[in-house]
């Protein structure tokens, strides 16, 4: 039976979305719900209603209707310390990162905050990082204030202490843009210096003396270059060779010093000028190439420690009753502490309240919520669903089953598959041909002719460097990382995109990741209900904070026009009321007296209705599955071999025969180490195995895989460790992305071939002595230059070739 279509469909004046499950009208406008409402309001009052002039509907939808004490941890000096940028007595500076923020109207209404709210004397947004920086009065506005103000209007701040790996990466960061810096620098000058050289000045006075002069100068603005700009790739060479490896690294440092020294040689013994011009611009297209390889998501964490998942402070209850704010690290046993809706209990811990609904599926993949009674055991990583709970802290936060299992040996990612990549591989047989073949050509010409034995041997050495080889994979998978990103297929580096190309095994999890985390598709079954038993129905849903209570609610119009007498939530069992003068009961078919559908009781969650002791019917609750996803399992199901994981049981496992390619692998009540175990034994089968999860429970998973997928209605929200962040939109389009990745993998290759074509080419003249260095040294950046253009041009006409033409 359909929900009822009770009122022609509107759009939200606020936030574009259809009125589907309430409509308000207000100042000749519609709202669908009080907050859209609200906000409507607030910037209408303040004389901020331009905001809407700026787009169509540029608000969000405020479904989630604000909690009072959602930022009281924003009073505790400690973490308040920790989040400011800077803080005097009449001054506070912080940034905060808000994801909501999603065109221009909310970059004019973040930046005329101080028009809205008294205090606040200015805010500046940065909309590619979603950040924007808050200067306030702490006498007039405190910053739980702020905070309180930001989710009001629909920007909530995502407030995480985990800061350290930002500061490393960004310190990292600066460290590289020097050195492009300083080797652009030096490449400048060098090339103007040598400019007489280039256009054969001849005539000059003191000609000699000049000439001299300017070789001693391209030498001092070199040694930065060889020093300073190419140390790493000197470490990452000899780190390889201890470890008896031969990487990129190791050819590159070669040539890096062959040209140095090839050049120290010119200036003092052959009178020439050298190729510091060559050896400065080789470094800065290897450091450019470099930077653009690393080029990811600041405002995205890959990484994540368990403490990143819990409330940043908790209502700890004193001995005199009253509660105090205080950091989750500050917990100790025997500590009472409260937990509210939709918060993540941070420690194992005994319930003290009469019931609670904790949902286990951030942990262990189980859907439906557990209703526990008072003196249960609540293991740590449940989310309460319902009203605020107390409970007892039984073991410190760094030693609760959360923790455990996160901290487990076999939830790090080794880093060994990433030696394997193919530009190492061709590398080692790369570096060794060409050690072979300068070889080769000294001692030709050491009995030929000794006087062309160094210029042939340094001319070999130079113009095989593999620079343009060590380009091509940089170029090509650091622009394959962009255009996914601009699919909302996010990369933690270049390299997954590498990986991508080998998948042979797709493993989903069910929960969260295959279906809508939290929605359900609910259905009734049996008598057409009159509008007076869903009045009734209604009277007592509200009353009842039971998820499934909660979904009939919303199933039947949230809008209740009668009242419940003796209502009564009998643990258990259901509801009971007196409604209109009948007996309602809502619950376990026992319960209500209804006869048990044995078989599809354990396919689906049903819940039974009765008035005045006659069954009605059922509500039948299932999964709700993300669109398109037939579509791309039959897609993938040609390509790649696809499995399913969940902590769920087996209810749904006729669902997803249907759906799934034949043959597919289905495991249900798989807890995080048995998920761990599958991939593991996928891996020993010799795949090459994707993983896409959403929650802690798959965790382990993600990181034993080859490549780990976090699944997430919000990028910025909680994610575990992973390789990719997946805007959950974009997986009925995983097809097309791996199809797309393997592509950029050929045009790696198309770029190795030019590369080697090259290589063929220059050596053949050098190996004859007919390839002066100086000319060698030219080719070698003209080379790097078309294969970077090649790479790029070829990444971006393959994304269109692939269908990605979205942002194109």
């Given at each position: 039976?359909?929900k009822?279509?009770?009122?022609?469909?509107?759009?939200?004046?606020?936030?574009?979305?259809?009125?589907e499950?309430?409509r308000l009208?207000?100042?000749?406008?519609?709202?669908?719900?009080?907050?859209?409402?609200?906000?409507?309001?607030?910037?209408?009052?303040?004389?901020l209603d331009?905001?809407?002039?700026?787009?169509?509907?540029?608000?969000?939808?405020?479904r989630?209707?604000?909690?009072?004490?959602?930022?009281?941890?924003?009073?505790?000096?400690?973490?308040?310390?920790?989040?400011?940028d800077?803080?005097?007595?009449?001054?506070?500076?912080?940034?905060?990162?808000?994801?909501?923020?999603?065109?221009?109207?909310?970059i004019?209404?973040?930046?005329?905050?101080?028009?809205?709210?008294p205090?606040?004397?200015?805010?500046?947004?940065n909309?590619?990082?979603?950040?924007a920086?808050?200067?306030f009065?702490?006498?007039?506005?405190?910053?739980?204030?702020?905070?309180?103000?930001?989710?009001?209007?629909?920007?909530?701040?995502?407030?995480s202490l985990?800061?350290?790996?930002?500061k490393?990466?960004k310190?990292?960061?600066?460290?590289?843009y020097?050195?492009?810096?300083?080797?652009?620098?030096?490449?400048?000058?060098?090339?103007?210096?040598?400019?007489p050289?280039?256009?054969?000045?001849?005539?000059?006075?003191?000609?000699d003396?000049?000439?001299?002069?300017?070789?001693?100068?391209?030498?001092?603005?070199?040694l930065?270059?060889?020093?300073y700009?190419?140390s790493?790739?000197?470490?990452?060479a000899?780190?390889?060779?201890?470890?008896?490896?031969i990487?990129?690294?190791?050819?590159i440092?070669?040539g890096?010093l062959?040209?140095?020294?090839?050049?120290?040689?010119?200036?003092?013994?052959?009178?020439?000028?050298?190729?510091?011009?060559?050896?400065?611009?080789?470094?800065?297209?290897?450091?450019?190439g470099?930077?653009?390889?690393?080029?990811?998501?600041d405002?995205?964490?890959f990484?994540?420690?368990?403490?990143?998942?819990?409330?940043?402070?908790?209502?700890?209850?004193?001995?005199?009753?009253?509660?105090?704010?205080?950091?989750v690290?500050?917990?100790?046993?025997?500590?009472?502490?409260?937990i509210?809706?939709?918060?993540?209990?941070?420690s194992d811990?005994?319930l003290?309240?009469?019931?609670?609904?904790?949902?286990?599926?951030f942990?262990?993949?189980?859907?439906d919520?557990?209703?526990?009674?008072?003196?249960?055991?609540?293991?740590?990583?449940g989310?309460q669903e319902?009203q605020?709970?107390?409970?007892?802290?039984?073991?410190?936060?760094?030693?609760?089953?959360?923790?455990?299992?996160?901290?487990?040996?076999?939830?790090?990612?080794?880093?060994?598959?990433?030696?394997?990549?193919l530009?190492?591989?061709?590398?080692?047989?790369?570096?060794?041909?060409?050690?072979?073949?300068?070889?080769?050509?000294?001692?030709?010409?050491?009995?030929?002719d000794?006087?062309?034995?160094?210029g042939?041997?340094t001319?070999?050495l130079i113009?095989?460097?593999?620079?343009?080889?060590?380009?091509?994979?940089p170029?090509?998978?650091?622009t394959?990382?962009?255009?996914?990103?601009?699919?909302?297929?996010?990369?933690?580096?270049?390299?997954?995109?590498?990986?991508?190309?080998?998948?042979?095994d797709?493993?989903?999890?069910?929960?969260?990741t295959?279906?809508?985390?939290g929605?359900?598709?609910?259905e009734?079954?049996?008598?057409?209900?009159?509008q007076?038993?869903?009045?009734?129905?209604?009277?007592?849903?509200?009353?009842?904070?039971?998820?499934?209570?909660r979904?009939v609610?919303?199933?039947?119009?949230?809008?209740?026009?009668?009242?419940?007498e003796?209502?009564?939530?009998?643990?258990?069992?259901?509801?009971?009321?007196?409604?209109?003068?009948?007996?309602?009961?809502?619950?376990?078919?026992?319960?209500?007296?209804?006869?048990?559908?044995?078989e599809?009781?354990?396919?689906?969650?049903?819940v039974?209705?009765s008035?005045?002791?006659?069954?009605?019917?059922?509500?039948?609750?299932?999964?709700?599955?993300?669109?398109?996803?037939?579509t791309?399992?039959?897609d993938?199901?040609?390509?790649?071999?696809?499995?399913?994981?969940?902590?769920?049981?087996?209810?749904?496992?006729?669902?997803?025969?249907k759906?799934?390619?034949?043959?597919?692998?289905?495991?249900?009540?798989?807890?995080?180490?048995?998920?761990?175990e599958f991939?593991?034994e996928?891996?020993?089968?010799?795949?090459?195995?994707?993983?896409?999860g959403?929650?802690?429970?798959?965790?382990?998973?993600?990181k034993?895989?080859?490549?780990?997928?976090?699944?997430?209605?919000?990028?910025?929200?909680?994610?575990?460790?992973?390789?990719?962040?997946?805007?959950?939109?974009?997986?009925a389009?995983?097809?097309?992305?791996?199809r797309?990745?393997?592509?950029?993998?050929?045009?790696?290759?198309?770029?190795?071939v030019?590369?080697?074509?090259?290589n063929?080419?220059?050596?053949?003249f050098?190996?004859s002595?007919?390839l002066?260095?100086?000319?060698?040294?030219?080719?070698m950046?003209?080379?790097?230059?078309?294969?970077v253009?090649?790479?790029?041009?070829?990444?971006?006409?393959?994304?269109?070739m692939?269908?990605?033409?979205?942002?194109?």
């Amino acid at each position: 039976m359909a929900k009822p279509d009770t009122m022609p469909k509107t759009t939200c004046y606020h936030c574009g979305d259809n009125c589907e499950e309430e409509r308000l009208h207000f100042d000749n406008k519609d709202f669908c719900c009080q907050g859209c409402k609200t906000v409507y309001e607030i910037l209408n009052e303040n004389g901020l209603d331009n905001y809407y002039a700026l787009s169509d509907q540029p608000g969000l939808a405020m479904r989630k209707k604000s909690d009072s004490e959602a930022f009281a941890f924003l009073d505790n000096e400690e973490i308040k310390r920790r989040l400011v940028d800077f803080s005097s007595e009449d001054l506070v500076r912080v940034t905060f990162y808000l994801p909501a923020v999603h065109c221009s109207s909310c970059i004019w209404l973040l930046e005329n905050l101080y028009r809205l709210r008294p205090g606040i004397r200015q805010s500046r947004v940065n909309f590619v990082k979603r950040k924007a920086t808050f200067a306030f009065h702490p006498s007039e506005i405190s910053l739980r204030e702020l905070a309180e103000v930001l989710d009001a209007l629909g920007y909530p701040p995502y407030i995480s202490l985990e800061e350290d790996g930002k500061k490393k990466r960004k310190k990292a960061n600066r460290s590289q843009y020097l050195k492009i810096g300083v080797a652009g620098f030096a490449f400048g000058n060098i090339m103007l210096l040598s400019l007489p050289e280039y256009f054969g000045f001849e005539g000059l006075s003191d000609d000699d003396f000049y000439r001299q002069f300017f070789s001693y100068a391209n030498i001092l603005l070199s040694l930065p270059v060889i020093f300073y700009c190419a140390s790493d790739y000197f470490k990452s060479a000899l780190q390889g060779l201890k470890e008896r490896y031969i990487n990129i690294d190791v050819p590159i440092a070669l040539g890096i010093l062959t040209l140095f020294s090839r050049s120290m040689y010119e200036v003092f013994v052959g009178g020439g000028p050298g190729y510091f011009d060559s050896l400065a611009g080789l470094l800065f297209f290897l450091l450019v190439g470099k930077w653009f390889q690393g080029v990811s998501y600041d405002s995205l964490s890959f990484e994540r420690d368990y403490k990143s998942y819990f409330p940043l402070a908790v209502n700890r209850i004193g001995e005199d009753g009253e509660k105090e704010v205080v950091p989750v690290a500050d917990l100790a046993v025997g500590d009472k502490i409260v937990i509210r809706n939709g918060e993540i209990i941070p420690s194992d811990s005994e319930l003290i309240s009469d019931r609670a609904h904790v949902n286990y599926s951030f942990v262990t993949g189980e859907a439906d919520p557990v209703t526990l009674e008072k003196g249960a055991y609540i293991y740590a990583g449940g989310r309460q669903e319902g009203q605020s709970v107390t409970v007892k802290v039984k073991k410190p936060v760094s030693r609760s089953y959360l923790t455990e299992l996160w901290n487990q040996e076999a939830f790090k990612k080794s880093d060994a598959s990433s030696r394997e990549q193919l530009i190492n591989v061709i590398s080692k047989y790369f570096t060794l041909a060409v050690l072979l073949i300068a070889g080769s050509t000294a001692a030709y010409w050491m009995l030929e002719d000794p006087s062309k034995t160094v210029g042939a041997f340094t001319a070999v050495l130079i113009v095989a460097c593999p620079c343009a080889l060590a380009l091509a994979a940089p170029f090509a998978l650091g622009t394959a990382q962009q255009i996914l990103g601009r699919e909302k297929v996010y990369l933690k580096n270049p390299a997954v995109a590498e990986r991508l190309s080998a998948i042979t095994d797709v493993v989903f999890d069910k929960t969260g990741t295959l279906t809508h985390a939290g929605e359900s598709e609910v259905e009734f079954e049996g008598e057409t209900l009159t509008q007076e038993s869903r009045d009734a129905l209604l009277a007592m849903t509200q009353h009842s904070t039971h998820p499934l209570s909660r979904k009939v609610f919303k199933f039947l119009g949230e809008n209740p026009k009668a009242t419940a007498e003796d209502f009564k939530e009998i643990e258990g069992k259901g509801l009971e009321a007196n409604v209109g003068g009948k007996l309602y009961r809502l619950g376990s078919a026992k319960f209500v007296g209804a006869k048990k559908d044995n078989e599809n009781e354990l396919l689906r969650t049903q819940v039974y209705v009765s008035e005045d002791g006659q069954v009605l019917g059922r509500f039948v609750m299932s999964n709700r599955y993300r669109s398109g996803l037939e579509t791309l399992l039959s897609d993938l199901g040609k390509r790649v071999n696809v499995h399913v994981l969940s902590g769920d049981n087996e209810s749904e496992r006729e669902r997803l025969e249907k759906i799934f390619p034949q043959g597919s692998e289905m495991r249900f009540d798989q807890s995080p180490h048995d998920k761990l175990e599958f991939i593991k034994e996928l891996k020993s089968r010799g795949g090459n195995v994707m993983m896409l999860g959403d929650g802690l429970n798959d965790a382990g998973a993600l990181k034993q895989s080859d490549v780990g997928v976090a699944v997430t209605e919000e990028v910025g929200a909680f994610t575990p460790s992973c390789d990719a962040i997946m805007q959950a939109d974009s997986l009925a389009r995983l097809g097309v992305y791996l199809r797309f990745s393997k592509a950029v993998r050929r045009v790696i290759l198309a770029g190795f071939v030019v590369s080697f074509l090259y290589n063929i080419v220059g050596l053949s003249f050098a190996v004859s002595g007919a390839l002066t260095p100086v000319l060698s040294a030219i080719l070698m950046p003209v080379s790097s230059v078309t294969v970077v253009a090649f790479s790029t041009l070829m990444s971006h006409l393959t994304a269109r070739m692939e269908g990605i033409r979205k942002h194109y």
